[in-house]
C-alpha cells in the first residue's frame, strides 16, 4: 500500500510509464508519436501528479525534451551489446524457433519470453513499490514491470500477427502473442486504438467487452502545414508543388508498397501525367533498399522518390504541398496519416480494409488494397478528377475535426486511469 493510501488519501500521484521499447528516430512508427503527445498532454493536464518515464539506454537521452517539473525520466534497461543476456536469447530464439513444431515453438517462445522479462526486471527488483508508483501505463502493450497490488493499464493497437503471419519471424510472432496474452492477463484494464482493435482483441483474447475501452488517436493537428516559403525540402528532392502524391509509412511488408508501386507503374501507363512523381517515406531498411530497386527495375526510378525518415516540419512541407495521399495498407489498428492529410486540406484514397474505413469513413477513396488496377484507378482520380478532390478535401476536413482534440483523448486516459485506480 503506498504512503498516500495509509494516510486515506487516495489520488494517483505518481504514475509509471513504460517507454523501454522506444528506439531511437522513427522505427516504433505511429505508436511512438502517439505516447510523446500524450504524455505532453497529460502532464499540462494534471501538473500534480508525477510521470516516471521508465527508458532503455538507446533512446534515454532523445527523450529529454519531454522533461518536465512533474515528468522525469529513470533509465531502467543499459546499453544492449552483442554479450549481454537479452541479445543473445534474442539470437537464440531467431535460430531456433523455426525449426520446432508449431506446438513446441509456442511453448518454448512462452518459456524464452518469460525468461527475457525477467531478465529485464533483474536489475531493478521491485522497481515500482521503490518508486511509490500508483498505477503502471504500458503504451506499448507489454506489461513487463507489473507488480501485484498496483493496477496496470495497457495500450492494444493491433494483432496483425494473427492475420497475417507470414508477414513476420517465428520470434517475432511468439514475442506479439506473449505480449498480447500477459497484456490481457495481467492489465486491470486495456485500452485500444480503434473500435476494429478493440473488436479484435476481445475475440482473440476471449476479453470481457468491459474491460477494454476505444480511445481514438487525436492528433490530426500534429502535423502542421508549412506556411509557402518553407519548401527546402522539396528543392532538395527535386520536387514541385502540387506535382507529387505522398505515401508516409514504414517500409513493413503490411505497408504494401510493392503493390503500390505496381499500382503507380499501371497509373503511369494509363494516362497519368508524367510529371506526378511518389513520394514513398519511412525509416530507412532494407526492405528501403529493397524497393528502391524494385523501382528502378520497374523503371520508375525517376519517379520514385525515397527520401527515408524526416521531420515532423519537413514532413508539414511534403504533406501540404502534395495533390495527394495514397494510403494502400494491407493492415492498420488506427491509419494516423489519413487523418493528418484531411486536416491539412488533402484529398486521401485508402485502403477499404481493417481499420481504415472506421477512421476515413466517407471523406476518402476507398479502394481494395489487393487489386492494383483498383490503386491504380484511385491514383488518376485523385490526381486529375478536380470534382472529385474538392469534395474528398470538404469531407477530409469535416471527418479529421472529429480527431482534432488531443486534450479530449488525455482527458479520456486520464479517466480511464483513475478507473483502474479505484478498481484494482
Not at 149 to 167: A, M, S
Not at 172 to 195: K, P, Y
Not at 224 to 245: D, I, M, T
Request: glycine share 6%; charged share 20%.
Amino acid at each position: 500500500m503506498r504512503l498516500h493510501e495509509i494516510l486515506g488519501d487516495k489520488k494517483l500521484i505518481n504514475i509509471a510509464v513504460d517507454l523501454t521499447p522506444i528506439l531511437p528516430g522513427g522505427e516504433n512508427g505511429g505508436a511512438k508519436i502517439f505516447v510523446i503527445e500524450l504524455i505532453r498532454q497529460l502532464s499540462e493536464m494534471v501538473p500534480q501528479t508525477n510521470f516516471i518515464l521508465l527508458t532503455q539506454a538507446a533512446s534515454h537521452d532523445e527523450l529529454a525534451f519531454l522533461d518536465r517539473s512533474n515528468v522525469w525520466r529513470r533509465m531502467v534497461i543499459g546499453p544492449v551489446t552483442k554479450n549481454s543476456p537479452p541479445y543473445a536469447l534474442k539470437r537464440l530464439a531467431h535460430l531456433v524457433l523455426p525449426h520446432l513444431l508449431n506446438r513446441l515453438r509456442g511453448v518454448i517462445s512462452r518459456l524464452g519470453y518469460m525468461l527475457l522479462g525477467l531478465i529485464k526486471r533483474s536489475n531493478t527488483g521491485k522497481l515500482l513499490p521503490k518508486l511509490d508508483i500508483d498505477l503502471l501505463f504500458c503504451p506499448f502493450t507489454a506489461p513487463t514491470y507489473f507488480e501485484h497490488g498496483i493496477p496496470t493499464v495497457c495500450t492494444i493497437y493491433d494483432l496483425q500477427y494473427k492475420t497475417y503471419p507470414e508477414f513476420f519471424s517465428a520470434a517475432d510472432t511468439a514475442s506479439r502473442d506473449h505480449t498480447f496474452i500477459e497484456a490481457c492477463r495481467r492489465a486491470t484494464v486495456l485500452t485500444a486504438i480503434s473500435n476494429y482493435s478493440r473488436q479484435s482483441a476481445i475475440l482473440h483474447g476471449k476479453l470481457n467487452p468491459h474491460i477494454i475501452k476505444t480511445i481514438y488517436l487525436r492528433m490530426a493537428h500534429r502535423i502542421v502545414p508549412a506556411a509557402a516559403h518553407s519548401n527546402e525540402v522539396l528543392s532538395r528532392l527535386g520536387l514541385f508543388p502540387q506535382q507529387y502524391l505522398i505515401y508516409p509509412a514504414n517500409f513493413w511488408k503490411h505497408k504494401n508498397h510493392e503493390m503500390l508501386l505496381t499500382a503507380f507503374g499501371l497509373a503511369c501507363h494509363g494516362g497519368l501525367s508524367p510529371t506526378i512523381k511518389l513520394v514513398c517515406t519511412g525509416a530507412p531498411s532494407e526492405r528501403q533498399k529493397f524497393m528502391t530497386r524494385a523501382a528502378q527495375n520497374m523503371n520508375l526510378g525517376d519517379s520514385v522518390i525515397f527520401p527515408g525518415y524526416v521531420s515532423n516540419e519537413e514532413m508539414g512541407s511534403l504533406l501540404s504541398n502534395s495533390c495527394g495521399m495514397v494510403f494502400p495498407s494491407l493492415y492498420e489498428g488506427f491509419g494516423l496519416p489519413v487523418i493528418e492529410a484531411m486536416a491539412a486540406g488533402i484529398p486521401v484514397a485508402c485502403s477499404n480494409t481493417t481499420s481504415l474505413p472506421e477512421v476515413a469513413a466517407n471523406a476518402a477513396l476507398l479502394f481494395d488494397p489487393r487489386i492494383p488496377t483498383q490503386i491504380a484507378n484511385a491514383i488518376i482520380s485523385l490526381v486529375e478528377d478536380e470534382s472529385s478532390r474538392a469534395k474528398l478535401v470538404e469531407s477530409g476536413l469535416t471527418r479529421a475535426a472529429d480527431f482534432l482534440d488531443s486534450k479530449q483523448m488525455a482527458k479520456d486516459y486520464w479517466d480511464l486511469f483513475q478507473y483502474a485506480f479505484n478498481h484494482k
